[in-house]
């Protein structure tokens, strides 16, 4: 029987990429990666195209990857600089462009393959205000929000809860160098001023939840692994659970309820998702509240502190073996 092997499409900067490979080796199971990027100047794109439908290109170690041999597609966050092409008239457009069809081409070849996400899902599913109605249908409570940049209204959206909590729409992390990144921020009717500046783009506003905890759920396929962390036990992650990793605290192995869980599955596999990172908070009077779910999201911290074995659970879905 001809092997199952793992193509990882990622970046060798990507914190995710050592784990798959470490569990992949461990396990004997064929993998490759590679990295298709506009900004990437290193020799990768060599391609046989003939009469047999040879579909051949290079991984990042040279070695060549056979198209057909594939089984499982890993790709988190590919192409986020296809989109910001350089300015028109230059070089670097037009090689932007050629690797944007030349990706488009690999993909094509791709489609036989299981892909962990499938690309046109994650970026379906990656704008949290979308996610929202999709949560309440599956049962859960979502924050009261407001999107505007209206500035009067956000003063009002203030006024009516006292206490509000402002975030980035888009996708972003408080630890990144992106230029969208944004951590949370709370505010009070002090600081009413301040809304001024939605003036300049759409700005979300959220009511604040009283927590009793956090959690971070990773779902693959059917399977479901809950991280929870105690965030109001400190200033900063009471406000942004994510700055976790400043603080003394960690993250500790968790259930859901039933219901919960299947509901979460259910979400899930209504987007077209195979994995995402859920992130929910449960409150005093034990609701669960729905934050938002990433299709792209980290597991190697909740791993770490909890013993969960979610990169052998992906190497599963990608080599089959979770299917055989």
């Known amino acids: 029987m001809k092997q199952r092997s793992i193509l990882f499409v990622a970046s060798e900067a990507d914190v995710n990429l050592p784990h798959l490979r470490h ?44 198209f ?10 590919w192409g986020r600089d296809m989109a910001r092409p350089p300015p028109v008239g230059s070089f670097g457009n037009l090689a932007h462009h050629e690797w944007v069809y030349y990706a488009s081409y690999v993909l094509d070849g791709l489609r036989h393959c299981h892909w962990v996400n499938d690309i046109a899902a994650s970026r379906r599913n990656a704008n949290r205000l979308t996610q929202k109605p999709l949560a309440q249908r599956f049962g859960f409570r979502v924050p009261d929000s407001l999107v505007t940049n209206v500035p009067a209204q956000a003063k009002a959206f203030l006024a009516r809860h006292g206490r509000v909590i ?5 996708p ?3 630890d990144s ?23 300049f783009c759409p700005t979300l506003l959220q009511e604040v939840i009283d927590k009793a905890a956090e959690f971070r759920v990773t779902i693959i396929g ?4 809950c991280a929870g962390l105690e965030s109001t036990r400190n200033e900063a992650t009471a406000v942004d659970s994510r700055l976790w990793a400043d603080t003394e605290l960690t993250y500790y192995r968790a259930e859901l309820d039933a219901d919960a869980n299947d509901r979460l599955v259910r979400m899930l596999r209504s987007t077209g998702l195979v994995y995402g990172a859920v992130d929910l908070i449960l409150t005093p009077r034990n609701e669960w509240v729905f934050l938002e779910i990433n299709p792209s999201g980290r597991w190697g911290f909740a791993e770490m502190s909890t013993g969960h074995a979610i990169t052998e659970a992906l190497i599963d879905e990608l080599s089959g073996a979770g299917h055989a």
């Open 23 to 66: 569990c992949a080796n461990a396990r004997r199971i064929a993998h490759q990666t590679l990295c298709l990027t506009t900004s990437r100047n290193q020799p990768c794109a060599s391609t046989i195209i003939d009469g047999h439908g040879e579909h051949l290109l290079h991984d990042t170690l040279g070695e060549p990857i056979d």
């Open 68 to 77: 057909k041999r594939i089984h499982g597609v890993w790709a988190r966050g």
């Open 166 to 170: 402002i975030k980035h729409i888009s």
């Open 172 to 174: 972003g992390s408080p």
């Open 177 to 199: 160098h992106a230029d969208r990144a944004l951590a949370v921020s709370l505010l009070d009717r002090g600081d009413e001023d301040l809304l001024d500046q939605v003036r």
């Open 222 to 225: 059917d399977r479901v692994f």
